[in-house]
């Protein structure tokens, strides 16, 4: 099909441009592996560079801040004026991250690594999200979920790469992820290519009431304020996992760094299912629906899994991966009916809050767990999914035919 025919179907909403979606989903793939991959050495960075528990936290914290930050700035500006080329700029970023990562000599330098790889971030997810929602062609949880996915996917694959190739090749070969990254700014720029061509990436007029960064109505206010504190809650719990997990096997069950990673993977790929999963039984059953059973409904699993053997432990990690990744595709979607005409900015709030709920998450669980013990950590994270029960305090968004209703009008 021609560039001119997919920019066709996208603007008139007739079908999902699922190559579009598809090569959108697998950049997404390619910037989260890379992004994944700093967790993922934890490890070797502890010791090569004698770092602490409070240190690893601060590495989380800076990467996660410089991702978290600039994403709402981003995603607003561009809503305004599209920036179809700013998806390879990002990826180039995360690029040079990598390739500081690999050759840092000191802790500083790490942390501007890390910096460099959450900066990227900031700049690909508002308008990749916006990318993925223009060639939904209406079907937006399934976009959403399919872009989603690629993400997920790709911060799955950040362990077995440290475990299969990094442990035995050592820190350098980092840099061999670059040729990806690279590769990734090839297709993402023929991507702002379509974009631009499509009619998508011309400046929108403001209308009047849109100068606020947040709607005024009280009601989508308050939303808003639920679904950021489920987010809290979501990545809250997530940190504990992806910076710390590896460490609580091989504390508790005393794996090796190896199958310790390999174990992270498995959590990592349920959550990408997880993700997969949402944004369809949204478009199905209601986004709330899907958002209060994630949210709640991993309570018993997340109880549990502190006081099992290693079996029932990565059992359980499995069953809490899949389940509370599923909220998120339905979280963004939910939030875009509350803000229409805000993809960017919607898209880039909730991706910054998820990064910056993240990287505090790491530090802060960092400390404790230099004070108390990794495996304090996991019970207190434990009660984290009761916030869930804010879930009952969201409005409706849509009638029971699934139509989108004016919430924020």
């Known amino acids: 099909m021609s560039e001119a025919a997919l920019a066709g179907r996208a603007r008139?909403?007739?079908?999902?441009?699922?190559?579009?979606?598809?090569?959108?989903?697998?950049?997404?793939?390619?910037?989260?592996?890379?992004?994944?991959?700093?967790?993922?050495?934890?490890?070797?960075?502890?010791?090569?560079?004698?770092?602490?528990?409070?240190?690893?936290?601060?590495?989380?914290?800076?990467?996660?801040?410089?991702?978290?930050?600039?994403?709402?700035?981003?995603?607003?500006?561009?809503?305004?004026?599209?920036?179809?080329?700013?998806?390879?700029?990002?990826?180039?970023?995360?690029?040079?991250?990598?390739?500081?990562?690999?050759?840092?000599?000191?802790?500083?330098?790490?942390?501007?690594?890390?910096?460099?790889?959450g900066t990227g971030s900031s700049i690909f997810h508002p308008e990749s999200s916006r990318l993925a929602r223009i060639a939904s062609g209406g079907r937006h949880g399934l976009a959403q979920s399919v872009f989603q996915v690629g993400g997920n996917f790709g911060?799955?694959?950040?362990?077995?790469?440290?475990?299969?190739?990094?442990?035995?090749?050592?820190r350098i070969s980092l840099a061999w992820f670059a040729l990806a990254a690279f590769g990734g700014m090839l297709i993402l720029f023929a991507l702002?290519?379509?974009?631009?061509?499509?009619?998508?990436?011309?400046?929108?007029?403001?209308?009047?009431?849109?100068?606020?960064?947040?709607?005024?109505?009280?009601?989508?206010?308050?939303a808003l304020a639920v679904l950021l504190a489920l987010v809290f809650s979501k990545f809250f719990y997530l940190s504990s996992i992806t910076s710390y997990y590896i460490f609580y096997l091989m504390h508790r069950f005393h794996l090796p760094t190896q199958a310790a990673q390999v174990d992270l993977f498995i959590f990592l790929a349920a959550a990408a299912a997880g993700v997969f999963i949402g944004g369809p039984v949204g478009d199905r059953i209601g986004r709330k629906y899907v958002i209060w059973g994630s949210i709640l409904g991993v309570l018993p699993f997340t109880l549990a899994l502190p006081?099992?053997?290693?079996?029932?432990?990565?059992?359980?990690?499995?069953?809490?991966?899949?389940?509370l990744s599923s909220a998120f595709s339905a979280i963004l979607v939910y939030a875009n009916e509350l803000m229409p005409g805000r993809v960017g900015m919607v898209s880039g709030m909730f991706f910054g809050f998820a990064f910056g709920m993240g990287g505090i998450?790491?530090?802060?669980?960092?400390?404790?767990?230099?004070?108390?013990?990794?495996?304090?950590?996991?019970?207190?994270?434990?009660?984290?999914?009761?916030?869930?029960?804010?879930?009952?305090?969201?409005?409706?968004?849509?009638?029971?035919?699934?139509r989108p209703l004016a919430v924020a009008r």
Not at 385 to 398: M, N, S, Y
């Open 307 to 323: 006081y099992v053997g290693l079996g029932w432990t990565v059992g359980l990690s499995v069953v809490i991966g899949l389940v």
């Open 155 to 170: 911060q799955s694959l950040g362990p077995l790469l440290a475990a299969f190739f990094i442990l035995s090749r050592g």
């Open 192 to 222: 702002g290519r379509w974009y631009k061509r499509g009619g998508h990436a011309t400046p929108r007029p403001v209308r009047v009431g849109e100068g606020a960064f947040l709607p005024r109505e009280p009601r989508v206010r308050r």
């Open 12 to 117: 008139g909403g007739s079908g999902t441009v699922f190559v579009v979606l598809g090569a959108i989903s697998f950049c997404h793939m390619l910037n989260d592996m890379m992004q994944s991959l700093l967790p993922a050495i934890y490890p070797i960075l502890k010791g090569g560079f004698d770092l602490s528990f409070r240190q690893i936290g601060l590495l989380t914290l800076t990467y996660q801040i410089a991702a978290s930050l600039l994403q709402p700035l981003v995603g607003r500006f561009t809503d305004r004026r599209p920036q179809p080329y700013s998806l390879p700029v990002g990826m180039a970023f995360s690029m040079s991250g990598l390739l500081t990562l690999a050759l840092a000599g000191n802790y500083p330098e790490l942390l501007l690594g890390a910096a460099l790889l």
């Open 361 to 402: 998450g790491a530090a802060v669980l960092g400390v404790l767990a230099d004070r108390v013990g990794i495996d304090v950590v996991y019970r207190l994270c434990a009660f984290l999914p009761l916030i869930g029960l804010l879930a009952a305090f969201l409005p409706a968004v849509e009638d029971d035919a699934g």
